[in-house]
């Protein structure tokens, strides 16, 4: 059976929610024996065509990180550059394709290529974004976007992969039909979360530092986020600051460290290629603080759960309440004494309670929903 995924940044070059996932589940896929071919965008380090833990992998077209976010958001582009791209689809044969929900613009040609090929479709959502939020991210072209991206997606033979309760509701509010939605998200590999807890059972909270992990964009509200600790750090002098990411927003983060006088107390680091050494710098630390306004999941909230590791999570946040309900929850206000009572309290517990985002179960998935046989 041949499977293709169709998304234009790849795990591992690229360390985002969806490209976790998609990592996830080509890999498990490919494990089980299945044909898995991924189409994508030619990154740093890329062939035009290889081979990628039995994932073949079709490198279209050259990208780069400043084409890919301009002005602070998704390039239309990039997406568009992306879109016509994937028309080369339509040399090849598969009985299924599974893409993501963005960035848009490619859904037309890959469900034309469904149709045409009749193979099984299946788009992944995690965000239904309203009128109101294309508005503040594109402007003047607000409306269009949402008229656009709502006539996309709808699709009536199409499955549809949500994160969570939430986006499956919004899904159906948009027409599309409950029989055709499904909810899964393989966000967690178990045994790199067994393999770091056993490896860093000593380090355990053995440093008084707060940490973040993410692409350093506009909407993770990084300004927020150092302004918590900035607030946390004047009533305990010993706390440090560690945040793990790349980004359009990473010389704005560096210029208001200085400001806030955070210079010797905040760490900035690039992303790590290992990441069980992203694993242990989460264990090693008492808490992590997460501040984002646009959010599927939240997978560092999701990891540090899993791994044992304390998260402050802004009331704003998007993020699934079934998750909300394991973090700290506060507003801008009561956030630093939330951190401050993370950071020096003593009870680490691990969360067992979340086989919905295991990667183990991809194969079970996509067999229940027909895909595999």
Not at 33 to 46: E, K
Not at 213 to 235: F, M, P
Not at 316 to 322: D, H, M, Q, V
């Amino acid at each position: 059976m041949r499977i293709a995924f169709v998304y234009d940044i790849p795990y591992p070059w690229h360390k985002g929610g969806i490209e976790q996932i998609f990592g996830h589940e080509s890999r498990e896929l490919a494990k089980a024996g299945l044909d898995v071919h991924f189409f994508t965008l030619r990154w740093r380090g890329m062939l035009h065509r290889f081979s990628y833990q039995n994932v073949e992998y079709h490198a279209l077209g050259r990208a780069y990180e400043h084409t890919v976010y301009r002005h602070g958001r998704r390039s239309i582009r990039e997406a568009l550059f992306f879109a016509l791209r994937s028309l080369e689809l339509f040399g090849h044969s598969f009985n299924a394709v599974i893409t993501d929900a963005f960035p848009i613009l490619h859904l037309p040609i890959v469900r034309a290529y469904c149709r045409l090929r009749g193979c099984r479709l299946i788009i992944r959502v995690d965000e239904v974004w309203n009128k109101k939020y294309w508005s503040e991210y594109l402007g003047i072209f607000g409306f269009i976007a949402s008229a656009y991206s709502n006539a996309a997606l709808i699709c009536k033979n199409a499955t549809y992969v949500a994160n969570s309760e939430e986006i499956a509701a919004r899904l159906e509010a948009l027409g599309i039909q409950k029989r055709q939605i499904r909810i899964f998200a393989p966000i967690i590999d178990g045994e790199e979360i067994r393999s770091a807890i056993a490896a860093n059972k000593r380090q355990r909270g053995s440093v008084k530092r707060v940490i973040f992990a993410g692409r350093l964009i506009k909407e993770k509200r990084l300004d927020k986020w150092l302004g918590i600790v900035r607030k946390a750090a004047d009533i305990d002098n010993g706390i440090k600051a560690l945040i793990i990411g790349e980004g359009v927003e990473r010389q704005k983060a560096e210029a208001l460290i200085r400001r806030l006088r955070l210079s010797g107390r905040v760490e900035l680091r690039p992303f790590y290629k290992d990441k069980a050494k992203l694993y242990r710098e989460i264990i090693r630390s008492r808490a992590v603080l997460h501040t984002s306004e646009r959010e599927g999941l939240g997978i560092i909230v999701l990891e540090s759960l899993a791994l044992g590791t304390p998260v402050v999570l802004s009331e704003s946040s998007p993020i699934p309440n079934s998750i909300k309900r394991m973090c700290s929850i506060g507003n801008e206000k009561s956030m630093p004494s939330l951190l401050l009572k993370a950071i020096k309290g003593r009870r680490r517990r691990i969360r067992k309670d979340l086989d919905t985002f295991s990667s183990s179960g991809v194969i079970h998935f996509y067999r229940n929903i027909g895909v595999i046989r």
